[in-house]
């Protein structure tokens, strides 16, 4: 079994005026699923070295920039 690798990331962008939330949820899905594709396959010339089909990304949670409010 190789290396495991795990992070945890905060995307944060603005839609432009008059945008829906549906759109924006369809945005950061499509993107997610781009990442992961990423990770596996790179970007440029060379390999990642990540084993094909072991890149999960997850939207754990997801809503206005507000959201959840601060506790």
Known sequence: MGLKWNATLDVEFEM???QSENLAKMVLKRQA???QNDIERGLGVGRTGVKHGSAKVEIVR???ADWPPPK
């Open 16 to 18: 432009e005026e008059g």
């Open 62 to 64: 997801q809503g206005p």
């Open 33 to 35: 699923m781009q990442f």
